[in-house]
């Protein structure tokens, strides 16, 4: 292990993520056991059982008892919309989508200083709607830089049946692992309210959020106007 004033499960914490970002084992994949882990990195069963903890914790690996530790991924079910905490009052799940459209942009000051990009680099702009019931309840608008999503258009949104972030995950290798997320109320302006079938001025909840792959790369810029008459934003603190 080379030197470093991290504490060692800190050190194979990242050496563990580093190999992540390389691509060594994929979303999904199961991971080596501890003990492998441990000689692997000349480390004590349990040093490497802390960094998995902390791993585990971060919703980057996931234990499934009796089977092993396997990298998180989007397309599991219990996934699917991990980042998305938009509950209805009635406990229905799952939404239908509606793609509004996906086109070339060019990142303004504000996108780019969120994603660490040039202004005017290449972005790809979507936006789309998220319906439950057939009520629309969200209407998301995303930002992603072009060069991780190289080919993505409205026919490769629209041809796959799962999450956009299981989209990225499979065909772009771009696996979302956490996300900061900013919010406040605002009141509907006309465009939004049409989509949303809300009147102008209705209130909505705001959530801008900002998704990030291994190595803490920003990826995603995301801001969703959530109609939440029948619906509640669900955050679970630990």
């Not at 691509?23 to 000349?42: C, I, N, V």
Request: some cysteine; glycine content about 6%.
């Amino acid at each position: 292990m080379p030197k470093s004033p991290a504490p060692l499960y800190e050190q194979i914490r990242q050496l563990i993520v580093a190999a992540l970002a390389a691509g060594e084992w994929r979303p999904g994949d199961a991971l080596p056991s501890e003990a492998a882990l441990a000689e692997r990195f000349h480390a004590s069963a349990g040093t490497v059982r802390k960094a998995m903890d902390e791993l585990a914790a971060a919703h980057v690996v996931e234990r499934r008892q009796g089977a092993g530790t396997f990298v998180a991924t989007h397309t599991a079910p219990r996934n699917s919309y991990r980042f998305l905490r938009l509950v209805s009052d009635d406990g229905a799940t799952g939404f239908t989508r509606e793609l509004l459209h996906c086109r070339r942009a060019r990142a303004n000051a504000e996108t780019a200083r969120a994603l660490h990009l040039r202004t005017s680099e290449p972005v790809i702009e979507v936006r789309r709607l998220l319906l439950r019931r057939g009520r629309a309840v969200v209407l998301d608008d995303l930002w992603l830089p072009e060069r991780h999503f190289q080919g993505l258009n409205s026919e490769v949104i629209n041809a796959y049946p799962g999450t956009l972030y299981a989209l990225f995950e499979e065909r772009y290798r771009v696996h979302m692992v956490r996300a900061e997320e900013k919010l406040r109320a605002v009141a509907a302006r006309a465009e939004a309210a049409e989509l949303l079938g809300v009147s102008d001025g209705a209130p909505l909840l705001s959530v801008e959020r900002v998704a990030y792959t291994y190595g803490d790369r920003p990826v995603e810029l995301r801001r969703g106007l959530y109609h939440t008459t029948s619906d509640f934003y669900l955050n679970e603190l630990n």
